[in-house]
């Protein structure tokens, strides 16, 4: 069974940090890109970032490039996600997604988790004072 499971997510100040964590399992972690998106309230879902199979490459959206680092742990099939130098607009529900984004969703044109094959439960990052 694929499973995959977010944590990491919190309250933080503006100009803070996080390390999203995305634990997978039940399939061959080192084959698949994997995704992260979010969702902020009241909006619609938005691509972030998402890594090769490898971790070699990577891509970001325009809204987190400099800020944000994805990686991954392929001898224990983890994905992560450094948030740095937090916005409040950062506000969101975090979700790791096993695969590539369709070319409307990381464009920023149209994005839906059943997009992806799989996806977890997601995770609140909350950017306030």
């Known amino acids: 069974e694929v499973q995959l499971v977010e944590s990491g997510g919190g309250l933080v100040q503006p100009g803070g940090s996080l390390r999203l964590s995305c634990a997978a399992s039940?399939?061959?972690?080192?084959?698949?890109?994997m995704t992260w998106v979010r969702q902020a309230p009241g909006k619609g879902l938005e691509w972030v970032s998402h890594?090769?199979?490898?971790?070699?490459?990577?891509r970001y959206a325009d809204t987190v490039k400099g800020r944000f680092t994805i990686s991954r742990d392929n001898d224990n099939s983890i994905l992560y996600l450094q948030l740095d130098s937090l916005k409040s607009e950062d506000t969101a529900i975090y979700y790791c997604?096993?695969?590539?984004?369709?070319?409307?969703?990381?464009?920023?044109?149209?994005?839906?988790?059943?997009?992806?094959?799989?996806w977890g439960q997601g995770t609140q990052v909350t950017v306030s004072s």
């Open positions: 890594i090769s199979g490898g971790g070699d490459q990577s």
């Open positions: 039940g399939f061959p972690f080192t084959k698949y890109y």
């Open positions: 997604a096993r695969g590539v984004p369709r070319y409307e969703c990381s464009t920023g044109s149209s994005c839906s988790l059943s997009d992806f094959s799989y």
